[in-house]
């Protein structure tokens, strides 16, 4: 997609996103705001799985963190929430470094299971500690809540549009990264270590800065997420199903490694969720198998499949 083409498409989707909550009521606002946010996550790992070749099931420790430091600084030492959602972002990064120094010798599905190992150990860290309330958590004061607004709906839109802002943020990022240096290096990476290192890129410090920027921006994700439940709990906050395995799922579906991949699948998991929501949890089932149906029928997602389709479309339109 040409860089003009791509930017035009941004404008008009941010203009659409901006004038929506007018036209809303406050649950689709706030299925709006989960979906900027599970599409930012998508995109994320898409980066750092589909183009970086880092195959991490241990996401939902970072946003975890991110969430936890952001109740901490608010409840227990009484930070703004400006700087607090930063510092979030911060602490995430930090764990990643950690988590990073110790899987970053593993290869394949044993750095996969080293991930999500360390991810399990965090959660029962936090689990286990009383200062932050243990298993059942906390909430957010009220003192930090109404620094997002005095109202319940001027709050909830602040909560929409910073999730907006985070989303097509990501998006425009992760399009611009792909196409500098840095992002052709990435790729080169995946694609093969060997011939990348013999023309002089450095992998392992290329890895290490993908896999920290990520934990980064998941952490504020996390936090933010969190900020429109107004509570957090280890069960919730570290949750592999929610923050992990459904994301993971998302970018299968719609293709990884594909730009649109997320997009796509994010698209497909809401409206499918949505369809089935009056039959409780067996959206949950159903997804889960049309998942392995995608994969099996269309191995590059079906964002694949579309681009396949579009291609053989014009070749049968191209005048002769």
């Known amino acids: 997609m040409h860089h003009k083409s791509f930017f035009a498409i941004i404008i008009v ?6 004038f929506a909550p007018m036209f809303l009521g406050r649950g689709d606002v706030r299925l709006l705001t989960e979906i900027f946010l599970v599409l930012t996550l998508a995109q994320l790992w898409n980066l750092l ?11 939902h420790a970072f946003v975890g963190a991110g969430a936890y430091a952001f109740f901490v600084l ?29 899987v970053s010798r593993l290869v394949g599905p044993y750095f996969s299971i080293g991930t999500w190992v360390v991810a399990e150990i965090v959660f029962l860290a936090v689990l286990q500690t009383n200062y932050v309330g243990g298993a059942s958590g906390f909430s957010l004061p009220l003192s930090s809540i ?17 999730a907006g802002i985070m989303c097509f943020g990501v998006l425009s990022g992760n399009f611009l990264f792909l196409r500098s240096r840095f ?21 392992d410090r290329i890895k290490f800065i993908l896999f920290t920027s990520v934990a980064v921006l998941t952490g504020l994700v996390g936090s933010i997420i969190f900020v429109q439940n107004l509570r957090v709990s280890p069960s919730a906050a570290f949750s592999m199903q929610e923050w992990t395995a459904t994301i993971i799922l998302i970018v299968v579906i719609g293709g990884i490694g594909r730009f649109e991949g997320p997009l796509v699948g994010a698209m497909f998991y809401f409206a499918l969720r949505e369809l089935l929501a009056p039959f409780g949890s067996v959206y949950i089932i159903v997804t889960g198998i049309v998942a392995i149906l995608i994969i099996i029928v269309f191995p590059d997602g079906l964002s694949g499949n579309i681009a396949a389709i579009s291609r053989r479309w014009l070749r049968a339109v191209r005048p002769l």
Do not use: K, M
């Open 146 to 162: 109404r620094e997002f607004g005095a109202a319940a709906t001027t709050r909830e839109y602040v909560i929409y549009a910073t």
């Open 13 to 18: 989707s941010v203009t659409i996103a901006i």
């Open 183 to 203: 992002g052709l290096a990435l790729t080169a990476i995946r694609d093969d270590v060997a011939a990348a290192h013999s023309v002089g890129i450095n992998s």
């Open 49 to 59: 799985a589909g183009y970086g070749g880092l195959v991490s099931v241990g996401q």
């Open 74 to 102: 608010c409840a227990q030492f009484g930070v703004h929430v400006a700087p607090a959602l930063l510092f979030a972002g911060f602490v995430s990064g930090c764990l990643a470094i950690g988590i990073y120094a110790l």
